[in-house]
């Protein structure tokens, strides 16, 4: 429990301390016109009550990430902490912050546009097609395992079942997507950010009243799992938007459209990321209890257990039966609001890159339904495997941290372009890790062309290689 109190002060200091820090090298100015004022079309422009903002944006990044994630993350044992801390002040919080205030710097635009403005036009074109298949994997995935929850909780675990609440979701998803983001995304998201909140306050004060035997830092950081599935990359993907994300990339701009100071860019974007450390440091203790601490046995469940079992038999456990139903409906919730969200995006990037306006409502319908009816297919096809949730869930970890390595490596083509003198360090260091993560995740584990014995020399080798490669073109970056 040490540990875990020790994580839980060091995430509140990183926003106070190092996030005021990134703000200043970045240099926010209320003086600025934001976007949400000098473009406001009353559908995806508009100015929205920065505590709104914040808790759209929290709700939009969290999904089911910075939960399952750190519960199959908690199985590498007391690491996991030290990389949703880490992960969070000096690699997701800097990604989701400089992704944001870009996009107020720049009208508004989405992922694609900034990269293709500081990583050049090729770049921007692979990053166009990569970003919105990123999308439609995580509005798949998030349209799965909600679906999965909650046929269970209907007592109906039947396939017909299951096709009937991915129905009704996507229904949910069409509607969503095709209204103004203050109609239905500005209405309830607040309340089912507050219910994930509530949940994450719920557990922590029971993790303080039942003060169970974790594993401490201290007591080695030993991978606790199989040697086939090595700390290091494999961590550092399983642990994706509890610590670092490149979903949140696609998402900031959205929130960019809604902010009407810049001077909130640092609560609503960093803070928004930090807040989803916190959630998911206590996922992660309350996994440790589980898997590590005598809590399978005390719910009556398995070490074997899935993330989603985990979530059910520790919320009904601790928290009650009032308790336990809002927690699995937080669970629900987050999903959800993060997959219409992904739709969203995908149509607003597409718009962006076509200079196609997105006021008129047939406008929204022309890119809508053929991403709706693509994101049908996946699933079908992903749904009539066995083993379908496994598989595209796989490929959306891999892309979802690739994705964040390059945003790192735009943000510091901006701060060498601003001539911000070594500050482009915030974002080098952990887009050289990023991309030594993705490169050895996919030689060892999506190939495999490599031991896993050797992830960590290979990985130390990719790192100073892109350090190296760094350094030899700054001159040529400045310019």
């Known amino acids: 429990m040490f540990s ?27 003086s600025r016109v934001t976007p949400a004022v000098s473009k406001a079309d009353g559908i995806d422009f508009i100015a929205l009550p920065s505590w709104k903002v914040f808790m759209i944006q929290f709700l939009n990044i969290a999904g089911t990430g910075p939960i399952f994630g750190a519960i199959m993350g908690a199985k590498f044992g007391p690491s996991s902490y030290l990389w949703i801390v880490l992960g969070c002040i000096f690699a997701g919080a800097v990604h989701d912050y400089f992704t944001g205030m870009l996009s107020l710097r720049n009208g508004g635009a989405s992922l694609p546009e900034l990269i293709g403005k500081y990583l050049g036009k090729t770049t921007r074109g ?29 007592g109906d675990g ?14 949910y998803y069409i509607v969503a997507t095709m209204l103004p ?22 557990l ?24 086939a599935t090595p700390i290091f990359p494999c961590l550092f993907i399983t642990i994706a938007c509890g610590a670092i994300s490149g979903f949140h990339a696609t998402q900031s ?8 100071d810049e001077k909130l860019g640092r609560p609503v974007f960093y803070g928004s990321m930090i807040t989803e450390g916190l959630v998911a440091l206590v996922w992660a203790a ?33 928290l009650g039966v009032v308790g336990g139903i809002l927690a699995i409906m937080g669970v629900v919730a987050a999903p959800i609001t993060s997959g219409d969200t992904a739709f969203r995006s995908a149509r607003l990037i597409i718009a962006d890159a076509m200079n196609f306006g997105q006021k008129p409502i047939r406008n929204r319908l022309a890119i809508s339904i053929p991403l709706f009816a693509f994101a049908g297919i996946l699933l079908w096809f992903n749904f009539s495997d066995k083993n379908g949730f496994e598989n595209i869930w796989g490929y959306f970890g891999w892309a979802n941290q690739t994705l964040a390595a390059i945003t790192l490596w735009a943000a510091t ?59 030899l073109r700054l001159r040529t970056l400045r310019r």
């Open 253 to 260: 701009p959205l929130m960019a459209r809604c902010l009407k």
């Open 126 to 154: 692979v990053m166009l097609a990569f970003s919105v298949l990123l999308l439609l994997l995580v509005g798949t995935v998030f349209v799965y395992s909600p679906a999965e929850i909650l046929k269970t909780l209907a």
């Open 413 to 471: 083509a901006y701060l060498v372009s601003a001539k911000k003198g070594v500050y482009y360090l915030l974002t080098l260091l952990p887009a050289c890790f990023m991309s030594a993560v993705c490169l050895v995740y996919l030689f060892v584990v999506k190939l495999p062309i490599m031991q896993a014995g050797l992830s960590a020399p290979v990985g130390i080798s990719i790192f100073m290689l892109c350090l190296g490669g760094f350094f």
């Open 4 to 30: 875990f109190i020790l994580c839980l002060f060091a995430l509140i200091a990183g926003y106070a301390i190092y996030g005021k820090f990134v703000d200043k090298v970045f240099g926010s100015d209320s």
């Open 286 to 318: 309350v996994a440790s209890w589980f898997f590590y601490g005598g809590g399978a046995a005390e719910t009556g469940g398995a070490l074997s257990s899935s993330a989603p079992r985990v979530v059910e038999l520790v919320s009904g456990n601790w």
């Open 181 to 202: 983001i203050d109609k239905i995304i500005g209405k309830i998201y607040p309340v089912f950010a507050c219910a994930l909140l509530f949940m994450a306050a719920g």
């Open 204 to 227: 922590m004060v029971a993790l303080f009243v039942k003060w169970p035997a974790l594993p401490e830092i201290w007591d080695g950081l030993a991978n606790r799992t199989s040697a």
């Open 158 to 171: 039947s396939d017909l079942s299951f096709m009937l609440w991915v129905g009704i979701i996507f229904i």
